[in-house]
């Protein structure tokens, strides 16, 4: 059965304008191309359902949602405002996000040691361990380790998010901080608790009261009433997998409060247009300025101070467009920024073009046995080369 289409077209969004960048011309043949990938996609049972929004910082180009919350063509159709698992999209869009607010208040600095805000990391071999090292993943933390090593030392007055943080503390360094970048989730679980420590709030109260509320995010947050969480597609066979976390270290790290910081936050490709749209725009809003110039700045350039090989944004993987002509330098001018998640979620914002890509599915249901590398890399030659500007280099434009 041919996959069923909900369709919203892109709204025009009051932004203040400036002079346009090479935004993409997506054409017929462009939106005809997205649909096909992406309908191969789920066809395949690549994923149930996905969500794709392009644009730019002052109009949506293109968005359209596609499929089932599952296989079965009698569950419900995804929309536009469907909560997705943005997995480790919530790295970017939520703590990186939250970090740039502490910073632009100054109530955190880059080079503060995490010590400075969580005793537990007050150890001979974490106190060089800055917040900078923390949002660049070149802190020396492992990638990743179970809640169960946690749950064995927890006390029966800890909260989860508290043995988890400690047992972190606890853990050996990989690799001596400053001296290499392996990404890791322990770095963003830690970051997410030093926010909540500096705000004296919790991460989802900062992000509501500064971010989600100004731009109408809606259908955005970490821990979704019963009503919103039914709107989620599930993201497996577990009865309960609709609007709860699909991350283990975030599931377990979850208390009602705390937010976990490598995982755990849901949002819809309306919502995250909109953020979208504010980065693009230097960080304003129909007329408010949620995020400052020059903290915008920050998440285009590279953080890694003193390693020359390696390059990371505020909290965001940082490159080139891969169809810009290769005369076109890397400045935080030129860059994009990325991040995409586990359970088949990514989001592009590039400086370069002025556009914007956000694609979102539950490719994790029933099982994580599937990829959507496909979709991700059709939907991009579609968006960008739809546009003489990105067509490859010349020979005399090669470096």
């Given at each position: 059965m041919?996959?069923?289409l909900?369709l919203?077209?892109g709204?025009?969004?009051?932004?203040?304008?400036?002079?346009a960048c090479a935004?993409?011309?997506?054409d017929?043949?462009?939106?005809?191309?997205i649909d096909?990938v992406?309908?191969e996609s789920?066809a395949k049972?690549?994923?149930p359902?996905c969500v794709?929004?392009?644009?730019?910082?002052?109009?949506v180009?293109?968005?359209?949602a596609y499929g089932?919350?599952?296989?079965?063509?009698?569950?419900p159709?995804?929309?536009l405002?469907?909560?997705?698992d943005?997995?480790?999209?919530?790295?970017?869009?939520g703590?990186?996000?939250?970090?740039?607010?502490?910073l632009?208040d100054?109530?955190?600095?880059?080079?503060d040691?995490?010590s400075?805000?969580l005793p537990?990391?007050?150890?001979?071999d974490k106190?060089?361990?800055?917040?900078?090292?923390?949002?660049?993943?070149?802190?020396g933390?492992?990638?990743y380790?179970?809640?169960?090593n946690?749950?064995?030392?927890?006390t029966?007055d800890?909260?989860h998010a508290?043995?988890?943080?400690k047992?972190?503390?606890?853990m050996?360094?990989?690799?001596?901080?400053?001296?290499g970048?392996l990404?890791?989730c322990?770095?963003?679980l830690t970051?997410?608790?030093?926010n909540?420590?500096?705000?004296g709030?919790?991460?989802?109260?900062?992000l509501?009261?500064?971010?989600?509320?100004?731009l109408?995010?809606l259908?955005t947050?970490?821990?979704?009433?019963?009503?919103k969480k039914?709107?989620?597609?599930p993201?497996s066979?577990a009865?309960d997998s609709q609007g709860?976390?699909h991350?283990?270290?975030a599931?377990?790290?979850?208390?009602g409060?705390h937010?976990?910081?490598?995982?755990?936050?849901?949002?819809?490709?309306?919502d995250?247009?909109r953020?979208?749209q504010m980065?693009?725009?230097?960080g304003?809003w129909?007329?408010?300025?949620?995020?400052?110039?020059?903290?915008?700045e920050?998440l285009?350039t590279?953080?890694?101070?003193?390693?020359?090989?390696?390059?990371?944004?505020l909290?965001?993987?940082l490159?080139?467009?891969?169809?810009?002509p290769r005369?076109?330098k890397?400045?935080?001018?030129?860059a994009t920024?990325?991040?995409s998640?586990?359970?088949?979620?990514?989001?592009?914002?590039?400086?370069?073009?002025?556009t914007?890509?956000v694609?979102?599915?539950?490719?994790?249901y029933?099982d994580?046995?599937t990829?959507?590398?496909?979709?991700?890399s059709?939907?991009r030659?579609?968006?960008y080369?739809a546009?003489?500007?990105?067509?490859?280099?010349?020979?005399e434009?090669?470096?």
């Open positions: 041919e996959t069923r909900a919203v077209s709204a025009l969004l009051l932004c203040a304008l400036r002079p935004v993409p011309v997506l017929e043949a462009a939106r005809k191309a096909r992406v309908q789920i049972h690549d994923t359902s794709v929004v392009i644009g730019s910082r002052d109009q180009l293109f968005a359209k089932h919350f599952t296989y079965n063509v009698d569950s159709l995804v929309t405002d469907t909560p997705y943005m997995a480790s999209c919530s790295k970017a869009v703590t990186a996000t939250a970090t740039a607010l502490l632009q100054g109530k955190l600095r880059l080079d040691p995490v400075k805000y537990w990391w007050d150890r001979d106190r060089a361990i800055t917040v900078r090292n923390l949002i660049t993943h070149t802190s933390l492992a990638a380790t179970s809640s169960a946690a749950e064995k030392l927890r029966e800890e909260t508290d043995a988890l943080i047992y972190i503390a606890s050996p360094l990989k690799y001596e901080t400053n001296k970048r990404y890791a322990l770095n963003f970051l997410a608790r030093v909540e420590e500096a705000a709030v919790s991460q989802e109260t900062l509501r009261k500064r971010v989600f509320r100004p109408g995010m259908n947050g970490y821990y979704l009433s019963i009503s039914q709107l989620c597609p993201t066979r009865p709860n976390v991350d283990p270290l599931n377990y790290y979850r208390d409060y937010c976990p910081g490598n995982a755990g936050l849901f949002a819809s490709g309306n995250l247009a953020f979208c980065i693009l725009a230097d304003k129909e007329g408010k300025q949620v995020l400052a110039p020059e903290t915008v920050m285009f590279n953080q890694i101070l003193n390693q020359p090989k390696q390059s990371w944004g909290g965001w993987g490159s080139r467009n891969r169809r810009a005369s076109i890397l400045t935080s001018k030129t920024i990325s991040h998640g586990y359970t088949g979620t990514s989001v592009e914002i590039d400086r370069y073009s002025g914007f890509i694609i979102l599915t539950n490719r994790v029933p994580d046995s990829n959507v590398n496909a979709l991700k059709g939907v030659a579609a968006v080369g546009d003489p500007a990105y067509e490859q280099p010349t020979e434009t090669k470096l």
